[in-house]
Nanobody, 124 residues
Framework: VQLQASGGGSVQAGDSLRLSCTAS????????MGWFRQAPGKEREFVAT????????SYADSVKGRFTISRDNAKNMVYLQMNSLKPEDTAVYYC??????????????????WGQGTLVTVSS
């Protein structure tokens, strides 16, 4: 499955953005999906994950209550709604897919498909 993230941009603190992940090649119904981010000079970190059917999700503590992950399997799309953005949310955001037997995971090593990232810059 090929993944492409989009929707990034430059915003002010407190603003909102919605990232989209477009999948192609295979249906994403068979994959749990995740969003990760990598800030300059830092390692890639978990942001959010959603189960195959979309009924379950988990989040990094740093984004809990502000970000929402969702998916539309019919459209082969995954989304990350980001509200109340903070300067520390500045990073390149990546979507990822996993064919693992798990229902979802915060561990980036469990993901075997990655898309190109989209840059989010939040200024104070």
């Amino acid at each position: 499955v090929q993944l492409q993230a989009s929707g990034g941009g430059s915003v002010q603190a407190g603003d909102s953005l919605r990232l989209s992940c477009t999948a192609s090649g295979r249906t994403i119904r068979n994959y749990y999906m995740g969003w990760f981010r990598q800030a300059p000079g830092k390692e890639r970190e978990f942001v959010a994950t959603v189960t195959r059917g979309g009924s379950g999700a988990s989040y990094a503590d740093s984004v809990k209550g502000r970000f929402t992950i969702s998916r539309d399997n019919a459209k082969n799309m995954v989304y990350l709604q980001m509200n109340s953005l903070k300067p520390e949310d500045t990073a390149v955001y990546y979507c990822a897919a996993s064919s693992s037997v798990l229902s979802a995971s915060q561990d980036l090593t469990s993901y075997n498909y990655w898309g190109q990232g989209t840059l989010v810059t939040v200024s104070s």
